[in-house]
């Protein structure tokens, strides 16, 4: 079974005045067929930098090491990015804002048959019959949604439109980079609705990038935990929020508010750094209770613990 | 320095309607009045926590401006720190208005780029009078209740993290022992980790100053951190209020309901981690 | 985040902004070396001069047999048509038009800066005059000005200097204007009018404040500007008198003879484009500099 997505040891970095600070670092992992992958970080963790180098957005300047694999077929290997064939045909993306990946200046038809066109070479008539469709199975009436500009949908209907446009390539793998920061808690509920019957309607493999750890929790079978670049634990999601073994995964549970329960919230002093130089030793070594000699001096490397949980981290 | 027991009112609307002037049509000739706030009242006394919850389009920054004097209700009244603002000319409004601490939404846009740190705390402090040595004094001390470094005094925003401009702004907010705090997103751009070290500062400071806190976010979850009662502000209109637990436990309005019911993520239970239980 | 951050530093630190363009930019070096060296002849000027009295117009005794000599080993710019120095004209000129374009620059930045602050500030009424007035002022040409100025109050540096900043200023003031709109709406002067911060200091601790380094900028560039336009006022005889040492004038002296002696009017000529080059460059490397996404994309294409 050939695996959706597959990294082995991906860093990418960008150049800042005259300085190149990495944004990943060494990350490893897979995402299989049809699965549901979320990445848990916040900011600095080069989780959105992970989305964009599978989605083959990342910016010309960028540079890149390691390899990354979609469907089998390289796109990323050393410097070297190629992904003909692969972006938007096997990969499609959906940014935080609509605003942003729809064009204020179409109508939602328009943009249907801009992107269908430009893929498969479908007129007008055939690419509104797509449109159609995914409309409707992103929960929207295509009639009352087709003839009209982005700005008079309100905002959960533009995230839907967004997401079926950006079905409607015919990807199977959808890369949504915080599908529900901007919008309202009420919202944000539909949408997670509406991504988890997707998934199982259309087949997709949903990978997702959010700082919310409950979202991850509600929305996938596998979390992947980033901090300051490196991928910190990886595995099953009720393993990961039931059993966490990182200490910052653990810091990241205890610390969100969940509604109705009022427990304090616990919180280690410091704040997560932002992309920089590759440093030695344990990016989390600042803010870590549990920290030991060898966190400061050597990087750890991830290990396996229980079934199919990795962690990276000394304690281990 | 303490306050006597602060049972008096710190903010109280009453049925106030409040909206803006929009331009219409070529030039301007006409303006179209759009009303965002209907009839709202609200009461907060000294030493309450309030949240005044409500998403995007709901008012709350509305109301936010009508409490600070900066925008004046077309209808109702409004009483704030014991005056009725309203009835001050604009350019005294000051009198009543320092005695509030304003902490706004984006630290990006409330430090002054060629301010330093110390001098943007100190600002507050202007209109008071005090011999120099004991404006550092609580400079410094403000530092502290937010927990920076004093070093920082000396910086320029631009060398400080998301994370530590939210402290300059809250520190400036409190370096004259406002009598009211009010507070617009204050952990809305901040990361999680960074959002439970606000809010525990937060209560912190609350706590010492005993004075009236109004928090306006849309995060219910942060809101139950960060105050007992809460109005829920919905197109406009008060739809339901009071103490915060009984409307998350039993929201009675439509809307309270689904907003609740959005939080926990409705539908199959989120794993709950075991250090929650 | 380092983009904001890199945006906020050039708010914050003049002295870094120009260190960081030092570093990075050749156009900046070159510029401050030209402006440098324009700066010290201004300085020096009437000392480094061979023939200082020449230099300051005055007609030499020996005129007839020096005029209209070629530039030669005695002579290194040549004479001019009465028989002084060519090069101790230039460098003594120096003086003149570094003082112009400095005076000119400065009132009208300090106008402009003023007016669209204010304008921007105290909004209303206040607001509606202030624009009226510099849109009046922008329409009117600095020759028509000079002109005017030249026929009520005679020649004399006063003419080139306030025609210029009489129809300067309202470009300042545009500009000011815009940012300041910007800066007006800023949470941090809506924090400092809430504390009881008096108007007057609120606009000049927080709006002008922030306002100048971009306008700032701009006016840096602008100096290479005023200064071609000093010196064709001059030059049409509207400012100064014939024999001042200005660059201007003595390119209008040496205008009747630029086919038989083209010394007369090329070197001052040289040294005009060398300044205007030299600011240019300065200004326009800090505006790139400020502005760190437009460093990034002529990356993607270059």
Redesign the interface.
Known sequence: MVLAVEAKRLSVGYE???EL?WAVREASFEVGEGEAFCIVG???SGKSTVASAIAGILP??AVTDGELRIWGKLVVKGNERSYEGVRGRLVTYVPQSPGASLNPYLEIGDQFYHVLNNLYGLNRREALEKARAYLKMAGLEPDAVLDRYPHELS?GMQQRAAIALSLSTGAKILVADEPTSSL??????QI??LLKRLRVEAGLTLIFIT?????A??LSERIAVMYAGYLVELGP??EV????LHPYT??????????????P????????P??GKLGKGCPFYDRCPFRLGVCAAETPPAKEVGESHHVACWLY | MSRAGSTDLAVELREVSAGYFVAEGLKALRRKYVEVLRGVSLRVDGGERVAVIG??GSGKTTLLKVVLGLLQPMRGDVVVLGHRIYDIPERERWKVTRRIGYVPQDPFRALNPRLKVADIITEPLSRLHLPEDEKEERVRAAVKMV?LHESVLNHYPSRL????MQRVLIARAVVHEPELLLLDEPTSAL???????V??LLNGIQERLKCAMVTVT?????A??LADRAVILYKGVVVEEGPL?EI??NPKSEHAR???????????N???????V | ???IR?RFNSAAGFLDLAKRAWK?SARFRAGTLLVGIMVSIAVLGPHLAPYPLDGWGVVPRNAAERAGKPPCPEFPFGTDSLGRDVLSRVLVGARLALVQIALVVSVSLALGLLVGACAAYYKGPVEALLNYVSEIFLALPAMVIALALRLALGQGLHVVVVSLILSWWPWYARSSYVYARAVVEMEYVLLARLAGVPGRTVLFRHVLANVLPPVLVQAITDLGSVLLEASAINFLGLGLPPDAPDWGIIVQNGFRYIVSMPWISMFPGVFILATALGFSLVGDSLREEMD?KMR?RW??WF
């Not at chain 1, 309202?184 to 509920?189: E, F, M, T, V």
């Not at chain 1, 653990?250 to 427990?263: A, C, D, F, N, T």
């Not at chain 1, 919230?265 to 997560?272: S, V």
Request: hydrophobic content about 40%; glycine content about 8%; charged content about 20%.
């Open positions: 800042e005045l005259e600070l916040e900011s600095g010309p300047h905002g309202d808690a009420h919202l944000r509920l997670v609705e700082h919310d750890m409950l979202l929790g509600a999601a009720r929020l039931r059993k966490p653990s810091m990241l549970i205890e610390s969100v508010p969940v509604l109705g329960i009022k427990r919230l616990k919180t280690y002093a410091g704040e997560p932002g992309p | 998403e995007s927990q993290s998301g994370g530590m990361d999680v980790s960074t959002q439970a070290q809010i525990n849309h995060d219910l979850a942060v139950q951190y637990d998350v436990r689904v907003l609740v019911a959005s939080y926990t993520l409705g539908v199959s989120p794993p709950i981690p075991a250090s929650f | 985040m380092s983009a890199a990075k760190p990034r990356k993607l």
